[in-house]
């Protein structure tokens, strides 16, 4: 739009409908939308609007900085046996918080520390959180949570470090293992959705079509910075943006190959690495959101979760528990049903 236009436009619509936008969202406005607005339709242009705005609002509260410190608290409860959330996808912890403030003991984040960049396997990272965890808990027997990647971390620990319990919130398997999910593309994407879950849908196809106009990895993660900086506006707590979403494609690379690899040997070594999880002395929960609306059978979405993990098909009875929530993707319910995750953690904890 000629920014002359960009302006009467804005203005009109503050002045006539109360409808608040910056100039860089007016760029976002569809035709579709023009057309409505033409005559007279403004429906989707407020709802436009009030989307933007939650949105802001919610991006702006996510300190993209990358922590100093080994570990931080999640919530304010003071006393209990802690729980300590391993990092997920985007090394920090602004995804999982609404999560830590409902759960009924203390919440420890094991961080994501710049100099953990030289470390090359899962095996080194998941050394990494036992050597910490001897020094927060030299006992063990302490409690851990992983969810996306940093279930992948969880379910290394347990094989090997002085796991009590642990809980996992399953999203891998619902992703198909194949050779195209190293692809830069596809793990460009990935981190895409994650951090613009939140935007418009008009936005996020526009960012996703600037991006993948970019001849590289390093000038579309730049180039999705830049969007949500123009888009947050200085409100953004943004001093690390570029490191967090330039790190978080490499862990997913790792993560990635890892699986790959693991799904080749899983094939051929079966028995030795079932052998591993049944010497284990953790127990373990894997709740798995999915929308109860779906024609999927309790049997199958087991299945699923077992290979998605490399777990072997028996011999963790009394140490393995699965537990489905209701998870219909939209909005209004996200936070139902992390209140019903919350709640199924607070339960499966408090047993003995």
């Not at 095996?123 to 027997?141: A, C, F, R």
């Not at 949500?228 to 790792?254: N, P, Q, T, Y």
Request: neutral net charge; hydrophobic residues 40%.
């Amino acid at each position: 739009m000629e920014s002359m236009f960009a302006v009467e436009l804005q203005q009109g619509l503050e002045r006539e409908y109360d409808i608040k936008v910056t100039l860089n969202d007016i760029k976002n406005i569809t035709i579709g939308m023009m057309k409505d607005f033409e005559v007279g339709k403004v429906d989707e242009m407020k709802c436009f609007a009030d989307e933007i705005k939650i949105c802001r609002t919610k991006l702006c509260k996510v300190k993209f900085i990358i922590p100093t410190d080994a570990y931080q608290r999640l919530n304010n409860v003071t006393t209990g046996r802690p729980l300590y959330f391993l990092p997920p996808l985007e090394g920090i912890f602004a995804s999982l918080e609404a999560l830590a403030e409902k759960i009924d003991r203390p919440v420890i984040g094991l961080n994501w520390l710049k100099d953990m960049e030289k470390l090359g396997s899962l095996k080194e990272i998941s050394k990494y959180y036992t050597n910490l965890m001897k020094t927060l808990e030299p006992k063990g027997d302490y409690d851990i949570f992983g969810h996306f990647y940093g279930a992948l971390i969880c379910m290394k620990m347990l094989k090997k470090a002085p796991v009590g319990r642990a809980v996992i919130i399953d999203m891998l398997s619902e992703i198909n293992l194949d050779e195209e999910m190293l692809s830069d593309d596809y793990l460009v994407e990935m981190i895409m959705a994650f951090i613009s879950k939140d935007l418009p849908s008009v936005m996020k196809a526009k960012i996703r079509r600037d991006i993948s106009s970019k001849p590289d990895v390093k000038s579309k993660l730049e180039k999705l910075t830049t969007e949500l900086k123009e888009f947050c506006g200085k409100s953004l707590v943004s001093r690390d943006l570029d490191e967090i979403l330039m790190s978080s494609f490499k862990r997913a690379k790792l993560f990635t190959t890892y699986r790959l690899n693991m799904k080749t040997k899983f094939k051929k070594m079966k028995y030795n690495i079932a052998e591993k999880y049944m010497k284990m002395n953790g127990k373990i929960l894997i709740i798995k959101p999915y929308d109860f609306g779906e024609d999927a059978k309790a049997d199958e979405i087991t299945d699923k979760i077992k290979n998605a993990y490399f777990l072997p098909e028996q011999g963790l009875e009394g140490k393995l528990n699965f537990e489905t929530i209701d998870a219909t993707g939209e909005e209004m319910e996200a936070q139902k049903t992390i209140e019903k995750m919350a709640s199924s953690i607070n339960q499966y904890l408090s047993k003995k």
